[in-house]
T-cell receptor
Framework: DSGVTQTPKHLITATGQRVTLRCSPRSGDLSVYWYQQSLDQGLQFLIQYYNGEERAKGNILERFSAQQFPDLHSELNLSSLELGDSALYFC???????????FGSGTRLTVV | EDQVTQSPEALRLQEGESSSLNCSYTVSGLRGLFWYRQDPGKGPEFLFTLYSAGEEKEKERLKATLTKKESFLHITAPKPEDSATYLCAVIILTGGGNKLTFGTGTQLKVEL
């Protein structure tokens, strides 16, 4: 157990639908990061939050959004889902500074 | 543009056959290079952080080294349980935050 908790572990939904992925960071970590990993691509950075504020953005689609709440948990919202959104979505957390991230076990999203 | 390239893409070793994985990077101002291990369907597991050229870190059969342009992950006398995808990443400052940019990984298979 890495200390980063992601729910749900698996999600199957239809095209056009909206889903919410949830992440609880490791105790003491203020930064949360979201990554997408599909079969034909490596880990792609989506977005970073630090203590409730958006800090860095990657190639996140406009259909995707995220937020970090006062208790530091984060949610990634994916809407108007397409088949190509099927992937593993990872959350990671870290302390501030150039330190490694601790990853959760991921949410496997399948869009049918 | 900041870039991380890993080679080889895949590597098959016999148990006890030592080898090295390569990670070359092009970043403007390295603030940290990270090695992770990822098992199928699981989140990346942190192995090492290297911050400056000449630095070395060791853990069991793994040893990571860093030069000004690349990093190596040396695997000595590997065992089947070392089979996994090994990911290299660099930390990049972006806007007010940071992100780990990953290479596409080396898929290692160790056979009896």
């Amino acid at each position: 157990d890495s200390g980063v908790t992601q729910t749900p572990k698996h999600l199957i939904t239809a095209t056009g639908q909206r889903v919410t992925l949830r992440c609880s960071p490791r105790s003491g970590d203020l930064s949360v990061y979201w990554y997408q990993q599909s079969l034909d691509q490596g880990l792609q950075f989506l977005i970073q939050y630090y203590n409730g504020e958006e800090r860095a953005k990657g190639n996140i689609l406009e259909r995707f959004s995220a937020q970090q709440f006062p208790d530091l948990h984060s949610e990634l919202n994916l809407s108007s889902l397409e088949l190509g959104d099927s992937a593993l979505y990872f959350c990671a957390s870290s302390v501030e500074g150039p330190y490694g991230y601790t990853f959760g076990s991921g949410t496997r999203l399948t869009v049918v | 543009e900041d870039q991380v390239t890993q080679s080889p893409e895949a590597l098959r070793l016999q148990e006890g056959e030592s080898s090295s994985l390569n990670c070359s990077y092009t970043v403007s101002g390295l603030r940290g290079l990270f090695w992770y291990r990822q098992d199928p369907g699981k989140g990346p597991e942190f192995l090492f952080t290297l911050y400056s050229a000449g630095e070395e870190k060791e853990k069991e059969r793994l040893k990571a080294t860093l030069t000004k342009k690349e990093s190596f992950l040396h695997i000595t006398a590997p065992k089947p349980e070392d089979s996994a995808t090994y990911l290299c990443a660099v930390i990049i400052l972006t806007g007010g935050g940071n992100k780990l940019t990953f290479g596409t990984g080396t898929q290692l298979k160790v056979e009896l």
